[in-house]
């Protein structure tokens, strides 16, 4: 049943790449407004299964080194997403083509979707409400980032077709990530015990460089409040799952 709840979220965060599809519909102005808010919420789903669930599994897992591991993954991704920016920059100096970096957007984001696919399977092999929150915690994340890398692919010179097709094919590594980490798991029963801090670190990491940040550009009072009450209601359904679906 646990590989089963594995391959479903897998799935539906891999289909979120097809949420590119609402550019075509939707004016750009309203899909900034609508990312502004999304990226506010991300926010706090992704510190809330930091703090209330990731984090205290971490230490109950591994008590001397919880947090070590947390700080590699907090640095891994550091180092990760540096490395990805540095080849965007060394492209753009060699080549006056916007299509090249379209193709190297695509190849961060299978990765970083990959390793989301294992941190998924890590978390639901502990037990499935951290599976949950988890998966909830990435689909936060992805929604506004789905969107945000197919006005990239658009603008490297993609077709519409082909922006929607390639950005799922980067996001169905979710899937490869996912199927690996079950399948090694089997090997080496202590997989999930390193995943999970792992992944702690890679959500501080991706809450305090991506989305936050973004956040903090807007000086406007009643945009500022909006963005604080939904950070909070993000933080909020964490603790809601887990009553929902209880603790393990």
Avoid at 143 to 171: C, Q, R, T
Wanted: overall charge negative.
């Amino acid at each position: 049943m646990t590989n089963l709840y594995v391959i479903v979220s897998v799935v539906i965060v891999s289909l979120l790449s097809l949420l590119g599809a609402v550019l075509m519909v939707v004016q750009r102005q309203k899909l900034n407004f609508m990312i502004t808010y999304a990226l506010a919420f991300s926010s706090g789903v992704m510190l809330g299964a930091t703090f209330f669930d990731l984090l205290p599994e971490a230490v109950e897992l591994l008590p001397e080194s919880a947090f070590s591991w947390v700080l590699i993954g907090f640095v891994g991704f550091f180092a990760l997403e540096k490395l990805i920016a540095w080849h965007h920059h060394i492209e753009g100096r060699h080549t006056h083509e916007e299509k090249p970096l379209a193709y190297l957007t695509l190849i961060g984001d299978g990765i970083h979707n990959f390793v989301d696919g294992a941190v998924i399977a890590g978390a639901y092999l502990v037990s499935v409400p951290l599976g949950i929150t988890t998966t909830l915690a990435v689909i936060a994340h992805e929604i506004p980032h789905e969107l945000s890398d197919f006005m990239v692919l658009i603008h490297g010179g993609l077709s519409y077709k082909k922006a929607l097709m390639y950005n799922f094919a980067s996001a169905a590594t979710a899937i490869v990530g996912a199927i690996l980490v079950l399948f090694v798991s089997e090997q080496f029963s202590l997989l999930e015990q390193y995943l999970v801090p792992l992944a702690a670190g890679n959500f501080l990491y991706i809450a305090a460089s991506d989305l936050i940040p973004e956040l903090l550009t807007s000086r406007k009072g009643v945009e500022s409040v909006r963005q604080i009450v939904l950070l909070i209601a993000g933080l909020c359904v964490v603790p809601v799952v887990g009553m929902l679906f209880g603790h393990a």
